[in-house]
């Protein structure tokens, strides 16, 4: 799977952070890794650790077996590429609350181009619609029925 997979419409229902067991032929390592669960798909952004200064994605993987912890009523966003910038090439996809219209989760990798990128795994519950005071006004009792 590929970060242009998730641009659209989606509906986030969860997110946690965690790391995966990997063996590689030299090494062993335990990456980091976000995983969360978008359209009822549980996926994982696994992290490239490379030598401890640069990181990147590895991959992105659907683990249909993996429980995540964190889950909320589901959110609607929409999945887009961050745009690059005259100092740095990115592959990062931003999911947007289609309702706050801020970004609540980003995934990838920061300056591609540079010699020092870096692995993006950004999680903003506070940019929820379901967490603003607004919304918390307008439903109280939401939370009673999940």
Known sequence: M???DLVGRHFLSGVQFGKVKM???YYDYDPNTIDFILDGKVLSVI??????YRS??????????????????????IGTFRLNNECSKNYII???DCITGKIILSVGT??????????IS?????NMCSNSERYKALSPN???SL
């Open 47 to 52: 992290e490239d650790s490379s030598d401890g």
């Open 23 to 25: 063996k590689e032929e």
């Open 2 to 4: 590929q970060l242009e």
């Open 122 to 126: 950004q999680w903003s519950p506070e």
């Open 142 to 144: 939401i939370e009673e």
């Open 94 to 96: 931003d999911f947007i």
């Open 110 to 119: 920061y300056k591609t181009d540079d010699y020092y990128p870096s692995f």
């Open 56 to 77: 990147s994605m590895k991959e992105i993987v659907e683990r249909p077996k993996l429980k995540i912890k964190n889950k909320f009523y589901p959110v609607e966003v």
